[in-house]
């Protein structure tokens, strides 16, 4: 059982550019996160889903998108890439986001760098 | 909006015990989580805390006081291993997470 994958583990990207970033899990989480982790700031949440077919906004969801057209794979865009975008990424899942214990797990990361 | 203060950085010997210490003030409470995160890797889960209270995990242990807004993560019988960042987060009234900026902890021979 893999968990969470994520990919690319790295990429640079001029700014001005369009990027996805992949995430899937395969432990059938109904929930489903996006964070980007900046040093000194600790991890601050991006978008979320609760279920398939549903997104939310979280604290810093200027200049990214998402989508959860399944249970396995909640990708996130950049639509035209600016070099404050440059950071390390972790999607994360959890079995259910109003579940009193619930607890979420993290893939290995994204490294980005807009140049 | 959500804060929470843990310290930067500590450092400890090989076998002694460390604190760490987390403070918050978040809209609402649903529990708080401890997750250890070893350079370049994902944050992995330690321990959960919802009521007042220690909760015992083998070498490590997190306490709770939800009147005082304070959390700790006692770290006993320190190996080389625990080397890590510890990052403290809240689960706040719409079951989102707020992470502290974490703490580095170094383990010295």
């Known amino acids: 059982i893999a968990g969470i994958t994520q990919a690319p583990t790295s990429q640079i990207l001029a700014a001005g550019r369009r990027m996805t970033l992949r995430c899937t899990q395969d432990?059938?989480?109904?929930?489903m996160y996006w964070y980007r982790q900046d040093l000194g700031l600790g991890l601050r949440l991006i978008h979320y889903?609760?279920?398939?077919?549903?997104?939310g906004k979280g604290e810093v969801p200027d200049g990214y998108s998402v989508s959860r057209a399944n249970t396995d794979d909640f990708p996130l865009t950049l639509a035209s890439a600016v070099p404050s975008q440059t950071s390390v990424y972790f999607c994360?899942?959890?079995?259910?986001?109003?579940?009193?214990?619930?607890?979420?797990?993290f893939g290995p990361g994204t490294r980005l760098t807009v140049l | 909006g959500q804060n929470i203060d843990q310290p930067t950085e500590m450092t400890a010997t090989e076998g002694a015990i460390v604190q760490i210490n987390c403070t918050y003030q978040?809209?609402?409470?649903?529990?708080l989580f401890w997750y250890q995160q070893h350079a370049g890797e994902a944050p992995t889960f330690l321990s959960y805390?919802?009521?007042?209270g220690l909760e015992e995990k083998g070498r490590f242990s997190s306490f709770l006081s939800r009147s005082k807004g304070y959390s700790y993560l006692l770290l006993k019988e320190l190996q080389m291993k625990d080397s890590a960042s510890y990052l403290c987060?809240?689960?706040?009234?719409?079951?989102?997470?707020?992470f502290g900026a974490g703490t580095t902890v170094t383990v010295r021979a």
């Open positions: 432990m059938r989480h109904n929930a």
């Open positions: 889903s609760n279920t398939a077919g549903t997104t």
């Open positions: 978040t809209s609402g409470f649903n529990g």
């Open positions: 994360a899942s959890s079995d259910d986001s109003l579940a009193a214990t619930d607890t979420q797990y």
């Open positions: 805390n919802v009521l007042d």
């Open positions: 987060a809240v689960r706040d009234r719409d079951y989102k997470l707020s």
